[in-house]
């Protein structure tokens, strides 16, 4: 599968983005999906992870009750709303699908997007 990351910007603190991921070919439903972050001259880290249906979702202490992670299986696409954001949020954001529900909060993903950036000033 391939994912293209979208939506990523330059914003005020406070304020909201939505971040989407659309994936190519077929059995989007399949997968489990994650979105992760790198800021500037630290590790990718864990952000948010949905399970295939969409009912059951994973999200980091640092952004849980700001961001929502959701997806629409007809339209092959899963998307990161933003709510709240802090300048310590910036980072190039990336989504990552993998077939197996285990290990969704590490890197342990078999397909990765791109990366959209998003800018939080102060």
């Known amino acids: 599968v391939q994912l293209q990351a979208s939506g990523g910007g330059l914003v005020q603190a406070g304020g909201s983005l939505r971040l989407s991921c659309a994936a190519s070919?077929?059995?989007?439903?399949?997968?489990?999906m994650g979105w992760f972050r790198q800021a500037p001259g630290k590790e990718r880290e864990f952000v948010a992870a949905i399970r295939r249906s969409g009912t059951i979702t994973y999200y980091a202490d640092s952004v849980k009750g700001r961001f929502t992670i959701s997806r629409d299986n007809a339209k092959n696409t899963v998307y990161l709303q933003m709510n709240t954001l802090k300048p310590e949020d910036t980072a190039v954001y990336y989504c990552?699908?993998?077939?197996?529900?285990?290990?969704?909060?590490?890197?342990?993903?078999?397909?990765w997007g791109q990366g959209t950036l998003v800018t939080v000033s102060s």
């Open positions: 070919g077929r059995a989007f439903s399949m997968y489990y």
């Open positions: 990552a699908a993998k077939m197996v529900p285990t290990g969704l909060a590490t890197n342990e993903y078999d397909y």
